[in-house]
């Protein structure tokens, strides 16, 4: 998989730097990398804090049905392994026929006879040149590659309900914010209508007051409607009918892990679509020594050995043939040399397949990790904002009450604060779901025993 050491940095500091050439290429040992793809953690997730955000994503690491698809194609490749390395084995058949009947003799006298014979046959291809090896060494390939794209259904299921799960709960802030804003509307709305009716003020400012409050109303079967959705969507992650699905903590409160002051690159080979990649060059390599081989000359044994038994015949007969045969190409008129030439272009596909995979990796590593910084330096700077509009909010409130100012500066103040609010409310379910993507980069997050244990002294 990578074959060098990057350090990724933090999400505080300076940009990573890019990755060496010899990260993105196939590690030396690639044709025989036979190892098992590392599963996904599930435990991760406790580090937010809210144990519902855990439960969703076991729930849906147990019933997704796209992940049962995958676990399929996993058994069906299991099976396709099996199935080439029988064709290494000897293959054995028996035949036991039954006749009844007469018999003529060279006289032309018919007899009475019941015969039978019973016979084994035997066959067996030598492989002189590894051709079925390398099929079968393909297929295992195949079979590992299919267990990193289940892997990798699965890494993509648990991140899409986490950051699911973050996004209804900001669904569900975005809801109590324009409830508290419809709520203070409504009172302006009620002073307004007050002062109009005594004459203070003109109509005007109780028009003003009237749509504002109506614009906000609308804000929430708006956010309801998108709430509802979400809950529909997470169901289908979980492998379930559309229902609603249980809170934990509220958005402000989750608390992501905390970023080490490096991330080695290393972590990167847990990343399961790395493993399929190479797993798929792995097959495509020995799918090319397999059609190589089948331009050679194949050697193969065949063998039967059965008796025969009858009325006319005082003692049974043994009989048996053993032979071999050698089968070489003559003339095909190119074929064998095509499916070499087919073989070759495949193999080279799955080099450039597994150069452009872990270019994508240190990509979204990088965008993660950028992400994480960037929307949580926005947050900072947004929370700042709603408190000074909160400030300005209340003080052109008490204007207007004291008759100092016209309404429209409690207009312009309550409508930046709800605009601040909301975007507040976005930029820390940007941050949350940046921490996903990161996860999801690392190929199923991060702990100090995993840094320890690919870390090299």
Request: charged share 20%; proline share 6%; with cysteine.
């Amino acid at each position: 998989m990578l074959a060098a050491s990057t350090s990724l940095a933090a999400c505080i500091g300076p940009r990573p730097a890019p990755p060496a050439a010899s990260a993105v290429v196939p590690p030396p040992g690639w044709r025989t990398a036979l190892g098992p793809a590392t599963p996904i953690r599930a435990d991760w997730w406790n580090a937010f804090g809210d144990p519902v955000l855990t439960d969703l994503v076991d729930r849906a690491l147990a019933n997704n049905v796209d992940i049962a698809t995958a676990a399929a194609r996993v058994e069906e490749a299991r099976a396709a392994f099996r199935l080439a390395r029988a064709q290494q084995s000897p293959q054995l058949g028996g035949q036991v026929p039954s006749t009844s009947g007469q018999t003529v003799s060279p006289l032309g006298t018919p007899s009475d006879a019941i015969g039978a014979a019973p016979a084994v046959a035997a066959s067996y291809d030598l492989d002189l040149f590894g051709r079925l090896r390398q099929a079968s060494r393909a297929a295992r390939a195949q079979e590992l590659a299919s267990e990193g794209a289940r892997d990798t259904v699965r890494l993509a299921v648990a991140s899409g309900v986490a950051t699911g799960y973050i996004t209804l709960r900001s669904l569900d802030q975005r809801l109590a914010v324009a409830r508290q804003t419809l709520a203070a509307r409504a009172e302006g709305l009620r002073i307004a209508r007050r002062r109009a009716e005594t004459g203070y003020t003109s109509n005007l400012e109780l028009h003003q007051a009237e749509a504002e409050y109506r614009a906000t109303e609308q804000l929430i079967p708006a956010a309801e409607l998108a709430v509802t959705r979400q809950e529909n969507a997470l169901s289908l992650l979980l492998g379930a009918a559309p229902a609603a699905i249980p809170r934990g903590l509220p958005l402000d409160r989750l608390a992501p892990p905390p970023i080490p002051d490096g991330l080695p690159s290393d972590l990167l080979r847990r990343r399961p679509d790395l493993f399929q990649a190479e797993q798929t060059l792995v097959a495509a390599d020995r799918t090319l020594d397999s059609a190589r081989a089948a331009m050679l000359p194949n050697l193969a044994l065949t063998g039967t050995a059965g008796v025969t038994l009858s009325t006319a015949l005082a003692n049974p007969i043994g009989v048996f043939t053993i032979g071999a045969s050698i089968l070489s190409p003559i003339f095909d008129g190119g074929r064998l040399r095509a499916q070499s030439d087919v073989a070759t272009a495949r193999r080279d596909q799955a080099a450039y397949t597994y150069r452009r995979t872990a270019l994508g990796a240190f990509r979204e590593v990088d965008d993660a990790l950028a992400g994480v910084r960037r929307s949580g330096e926005q947050a900072v700077a947004l929370g700042g904002q709603v408190d000074a509009l909160a400030a300005a909010l209340n003080n052109a409130r008490n204007r207007y009450r004291a008759g100092y100012s016209s309404y429209i500066e409690q207009l312009d103040a309550q409508r930046g604060l709800l605009t601040a609010q909301l975007s507040l409310v976005q930029a820390r379910a940007d941050r949350l779901n940046a921490y996903v993507s990161l996860y999801q980069a690392m190929g199923g997050g991060w702990s100090r025993d995993d840094i320890d244990a690919v870390r090299r002294p």
